[in-house]
């Protein structure tokens, strides 16, 4: 079985000595959620964006607008996205050796 996004953050974050990575992780996964879902929001048509917004507390009532394929692909995309950001941004300020350990450990995945 393929390892998740999760376990490769939670590698990454070792590697760069995060304290909190279950925090972290429950809050990127939030993020992108929330963007995969204003992602998929914007690209659908007025009448159904005003039924998903009277139906905003209620998943169930979503899901007639909004197929979970669409929403598994746009969480997918949107994840990939924000950990290569992630990563990105934080490559300047590792050491060399932490910038080593990252790229295998992307080797392994």
Known sequence: MEPSYKELLFEI???INYSDKEQFIEEFDRMNHLEAM???Y?????HIQAKVVLNAEDPEEIKK?????TYVKEVTTVTAKALSA???RMKPV?????????S???LQY
């Open 65 to 69: 607008y909004i197929h979970k394929e």
């Open 38 to 40: 204003a992602n998929i």
């Open 104 to 106: 295998h450990l992307f």
């Open 13 to 15: 974050l070792s590697i």
């Open 86 to 88: 992630f990563i990105g």
């Open 94 to 102: 590792l050491t060399h050796l932490q910038n080593e350990k990252i």
């Open 42 to 46: 914007d690209t659908l048509p007025e």
